[in-house]
């Protein structure tokens, strides 16, 4: 699988963004995918994950009610909407896919989990 993010850019605090992520390969629905972000100086954090079936998502407290992430298998394609977006958002985002090993459903937060990555897209918010 291949992943190709889009969507970052430079936006005023409280605007929103809608990052994609493309992904190559016919069996895209069985991955289970998540959104990371890096910020300099500090480790990769994950913000966002989903189910391969897309029935569970995970977000940290710190975008809670903020960020949204979704899939459409149809089109290979996993979106973050963020809104309200803060300086301290202030990051490279990553897109990621883990190939299905079991039938749980599960989320997976933790970078080791994950198979795949994109490239990074930047997303700058100015206060």
């Known amino acids: 699988v291949q992943l190709q993010a889009c969507g970052g850019g430079l936006v005023q605090a409280g605007a929103s963004l809608r990052l994609s992520c493309a992904a190559s390969?016919?069996?895209?629905?069985?991955?289970?995918t998540g959104w990371f972000r890096q910020a300099p100086g500090k480790e990769r954090e994950c913000i966002a994950a989903i189910s391969w079936g897309g029935g569970r998502t995970y977000y940290p407290d710190s975008v809670k009610d903020r960020f949204t992430i979704s899939r459409d298998n149809a089109k290979n394609t996993v979106q973050l909407q963020m809104n309200s977006l803060k300086p301290e958002d202030t990051a490279a985002y990553y897109c990621a896919a883990r190939r299905r090993t079991d039938y749980s459903g599960s989320y997976y937060s933790a970078t080791s989990q994950y198979d795949y990555w994109g490239q990074g897209t930047q997303v700058t918010v100015s206060s």
């Open positions: 390969g016919r069996t895209f629905s069985t991955y289970a």
